[in-house]
Each structure stands twice: as C-alpha cells, then as structure tokens.
C-alpha cells in the first residue's frame, strides 16, 4: 500500500445500537467503529472523519459513540436542524465534531435552502466548515451561495462529468473537493483528480467512503494508490492527509474525554 499515511476524510460509521431510518426503502448494513477499524488496519489511517449518512437523520447518539472508540485523530461531520441551539454547536464541538452536512442528493439533513444561515452560524460559532453532498450538475444554482459561505467542501467529487467544470470553478475559488466516491462517478478518476489538483492544489481530501453504500463499485484499497500515481508524491501526500488534516483543524483537537487515559485503554 502508499507509503503515506492517510487521513480518511469520509468515512460512514453504521452502529445498529442507535436509531437508523430508512432512506427510499433502503436501511444499511452494519458497519461499526470495529469493523472499520478492521478494514483499515493496512492502509496507514492515522485519522479521519466520520460522516453522517441519510440513513442517520439527525442522530447525535451514533457518532459521539463512534468518535470515543475511534479517539484521538478522528473527528465527526453531523447532520443538524436549522433549529439546533448554539449551546448544542458548542457541546458537539466538543465531542469533536467539526462541520455539517447538507445531504442534498439523498436527504435527511438540513433543507439546502438552510445553508446560507446555518453554514454561517456554525462558523461563527465553532469554526465548523459545510459539506454538501450534491451532483456537481446543481452547483450553478448554489455557486452564489457557496462562494460567499467562509468554509465548504464537496462529496465525492462532484459525481459528474458534466458537472466538473463547476466543480472546477469553486475549487478555484478555494471550495474543497472530497475524492471519495470513485465507484460512484462518471468519468475518469485520475483525470478529475490533476485537474482539481490543478485548480488548488490544497482542494482535495482523499477518503474511503467506507462502507460505501449503495456504491456501484465499493472502495478499494488500491484507490489509495491511484490518488499517488495521479498526482505524483507531493500532491499526493497533501490529498491523503495533509489537506484534510488542516481543513479539519487536526491541531486544534480539544482535550476532551476522548483522550482521557481511560479512553486510550479502552480502544
């Protein structure tokens, strides 16, 4: 495998113990904090963000959890009601959590029409950035949107080949773009990577996409090499970790029950 080590900027933790709502029929299998860790032991995963799914809704129970078996380097990405208190922000942030999602293609998350006022307050708030899961077909009727918001970046780059140039065109502005996802694009991978790399070089966070539902093609493990054969060894470091790390503000993880002595012992 890369001789890098990877922050996995997207990853879906499914713990059955916690509530979980159908999504058009659809309920996925399990996926624990454990059997993640498992799937990863080879890929030289230092951290990572855990990524609430459709199927989540507005559960906070699932990902404390998760974020106190993974510990010290992971960090959470929720879901919240445009209503969620400042109090609520600040608490969640605590726990580790550093953005929120607009899930536009599946749902269960904010309305998309939330964005601008939500984004904005968890930034106020927290420092949070957004995330939007959405086909890069849609981006011209939120570029507006997007452009003036302090911090966002973008699932699984884009989805579409018709919708990379703008993809492109946000990432030139400092949007950043998850690669993630690879079996659930339409164009060539390596391609869309240089030219995002070409665009901003600080734009791409590499992750798993771990378990991958509802994927056409799961993750695989050489996706981790493609991303280095892509873009070669410095832009490929920067996409395995380095990006993600600072975008995440890896170095800004408070001291919290996570890393108490009984937490460590207890991974």
């Not at 607009?102 to 749902?107: A, H, I, K, P, Q």
């Not at 957004?130 to 997007?146: F, H, K, Q, S």
């Not at 492109?168 to 391609?191: C, I, M, Q, W, Y």
Request: charged share 25%.
């Amino acid at each position: 495998m890369s001789d890098f080590p990877v922050f996995d900027a997207h990853l879906h933790i499914i713990d059955p113990r916690f509530p979980l709502i159908e999504n058009d029929g659809y309920l996925p299998p399990a996926f624990t904090a454990t059997d993640y860790r498992t799937r990863v032991a080879t890929l030289g995963v230092t951290g990572g963000a855990v990524v609430s799914g459709s199927f989540q809704g507005f559960d906070q129970s699932y990902l404390l959890d998760a974020l106190q078996v993974l510990g010290t380097g992971f960090v959470g990405v929720t879901q919240l009601p445009a209503s969620a208190t400042d109090d609520e922000i600040v608490r969640l942030d605590a726990a580790g959590v550093r953005a929120v999602r607009f899930n536009v293609r599946r749902g269960g998350s904010a309305s998309i029409t939330d964005l601008d006022a939500l984004a904005r307050r968890v930034h106020e708030v927290a420092g949070w950035h957004a995330e939007l899961y959405v086909d890069a077909r849609d981006l011209p009727g939120l570029a507006a949107t997007i452009e003036r918001l302090p911090a966002v970046s973008i699932d699984h780059l884009g989805l579409s080949a018709e919708g990379l140039p703008h993809l492109l065109k946000l990432a030139e502005r400092g949007v950043r773009v998850k690669a993630t996802g690879f079996g659930r694009v339409d164009f060539d991978v390596p391609s869309a990577l240089r030219a995002v790399a070409a665009a901003n070089p600080s734009a791409l966070m590499f992750g798993t996409d771990l378990p991958s539902t509802r994927a056409p093609r799961p993750f695989r493990d050489e996706d981790v090499e493609l991303v280095v054969d892509a873009l070669g060894a410095e832009l490929g470091a920067a996409a395995l970790s380095g990006n993600a790390r600072e975008f995440y503000r890896l170095d800004r993880l408070r001291q919290d029950h996570r890393n108490s002595p009984e937490t460590e012992t207890g991974r």
